[in-house]
């Protein structure tokens, strides 16, 4: 039995909310989605709050991922400790708040969903994701496992899919923001796309208004920075897996820019 996985990119700010609650349910109807994971830690540009989470799940999302935004928002954190529902990266500290994977009964059977982070470029010192995700598939037994890798780099992204290649079902990147075309099948069975892509503004830099990305560049200093408004984009990835053996047997692009689809 096919069982159809759509694997959305992070949501920015308040205008990807409310595209993901305007399209995501139809997308799931369109793709005849089975489970989707949304990340959803830019959600408040930086970081995400119950209230934000909550907006994702009743758009149509199963699990919400995280990232190195986790713990931005102090609201939060009792959040992930009662909900079974999102995760943080499991490769973050045992100290955090929050849980790195769960198993959710699906049509399918139960479904494994682990969130790592990367540790290339991210000025962030989390444990070894390899060596986590070798002990957590020690301990995880289900047919069926996602995996969404937090990471700057795309050769760490690439590097941990080849790794698990064959012990996964799917690995798809989160973090850049901009969608690659590189969506494949390992020959171990592994579906894989080194970024999704993002839920936000289409004008903008990776979510952010177009000025002040420009000026952080060229003055060089930081500064705060807002969502910028304007039509948005949905980027996303559907995998299809084979429910008996858990391998992958397909993997397309799904590219929503607000009033018109396209698939690749």
Not at 64 to 90: K, Q, V
Request: proline residues 5%; aromatic residues 8%.
């Amino acid at each position: 039995m096919d069982f159809r996985v759509l694997a959305v990119g992070d949501v920015c700010g308040d205008v990807g909310l409310q595209l993901l609650e305007r399209r995501l349910r139809p997308l799931r109807r369109q793709y005849n989605v089975d489970f989707c994971v949304v990340n959803g830690e830019n959600a408040s540009g930086v970081g995400i709050i119950p209230r934000q989470a909550e907006m994702i799940f009743s758009a149509g999302a199963d699990v919400i991922t995280l990232g190195n935004h986790s713990y931005s928002r102090r609201e939060i954190e009792g959040y992930l400790e009662d909900s079974p529902y999102i995760l943080r990266p499991a490769n973050d500290s045992h100290l955090c708040p929050g849980r790195g994977f769960g198993v959710y009964d699906t049509k399918a059977g139960p479904v494994a969903v682990v969130n790592l982070i990367g540790r290339c470029g991210m000025a962030y010192g989390p444990d070894n994701p390899f060596l986590l995700a070798e002990k957590l598939l020690k301990q995880i037994d289900t047919r069926i496992v996602l995996v969404d890798f937090h990471a700057e780099a795309s050769s760490e992204k690439l590097a941990l899919a080849y790794h698990l290649d064959g012990n996964v079902s799917a690995l798809w990147g989160t973090h850049t923001h901009v969608p690659t075309a590189d969506n494949q099948i390992f020959p171990g069975g592994t579906g894989y796309v080194t970024d999704l892509g993002m839920t936000g503004p289409i004008r903008s830099v990776l979510g952010v208004r177009v000025e002040q990305s420009i000026a952080s560049f060229r003055e060089g200093r930081s500064r705060h920075y807002d969502t910028a408004p304007g039509p948005c984009k949905l980027e996303a990835l559907l995998f299809t897996i084979d429910s008996n053996t858990g391998r992958c047997t397909a993997t397309e692009r799904i590219l929503y820019h607000d009033t018109t689809a396209s698939r690749g």
